[in-house]
């Protein structure tokens, strides 16, 4: 694991958004792409660049069961608004939250098999989850149907009315499709990850912390704001 310490997230982002434009440059045309607040920066950087991915593929890593695309909360409308209104992929593929669960999975499956992940974009919970491989997730799942714990639907609960709005459930790639991306890059910022980021880079391999299973991947590059980093010894 490479650990890149940033002043902040603001350079985070530019560092990231400079990986992501020398991977398109080297070849790279399928991106995993990931929502919640620690890729905004990235997204924000990628829209101001002139990064062209009209001949790129976006694949995400998971979205909520039980909302439709068009709900506001939907991560379909987060990558709207944060990266494809400015930035249009050839085709981008997202996890659709109100279609059968069984056929979800096999599509979604095929999606990720015929276009292998040259480079996957990461956030990480405060739990250690991943897209949305909450804890004791066995890693060797690829795409599946989550129940989110307690922890990651009070960490959501900020972007709904009421925290009974929050789904319950979630579809995402798993740890498995996550280790077989070629390239992966995991944004951390805040000292509420301090503690999460040091078990993920410094603790044991282990499915408690599904971030964890980034040690046994050869390429993963982390990039951390000071307080992130602030327990790493
Ligand atoms: C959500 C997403 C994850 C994300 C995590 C952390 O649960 N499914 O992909 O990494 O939250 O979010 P944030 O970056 O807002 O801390």
């Known amino acids: 694991m490479e650990v890149i310490i940033m002043k902040d997230k603001i350079q985070g982002g530019k560092k990231a958004c400079d990986i992501v434009k020398n991977e398109l ?34 694949i995400n890593l998971d979205e909520y069961v039980g909302i439709p695309a068009d709900h506001p909360q939907s991560y379909h409308m987060f990558m709207q608004k944060h990266l494809f209104n400015d930035k249009p992929f050839k085709k981008s593929y997202l996890p659709d939250g109100m279609a059968d669960a069984k056929e979800e999975i096999e599509r979604y499956n095929e999606i990720l098999e015929k276009n292998p992940i040259d480079l996957q974009i990461l956030g990480i919970g405060t739990n250690g989850h991943i897209g949305f491989n909450e804890p004791h997730t ?21 972007f709904f009315e009421r925290e009974k709005d929050v789904p319950k459930e979630a579809y995402s790639m798993g740890v498995q499709s996550i280790l077989e991306a070629k390239k992966v890059i995991l944004l951390a910022y805040g000292d509420q990850k301090a503690d999460v980021v ?19 991947h050869p390429d993963v590059t982390i990039i951390l704001d000071e307080q992130a980093a602030k327990l790493l010894s």
Request: charged content about 30%; glycine content about 6%.
């Open 138 to 158: 066995p890693f060797n799942l690829r795409t599946h149907k989550v129940k989110l714990t307690k922890e990651t639907i009070e960490a959501n609960k900020r």
């Open 198 to 216: 040091k078990q993920m880079i410094e603790g044991p391999v282990t499915e408690e912390i599904p971030a964890s299973a980034l040690q046994t």
């Open 25 to 58: 440059d080297k070849g790279a045309g399928v991106f995993g792409l990931a929502t919640g607040s620690s890729p905004e920066t990235l997204y924000e950087e990628l829209r101001k660049s002139d990064i062209d991915f009209s001949d790129s593929i976006s």
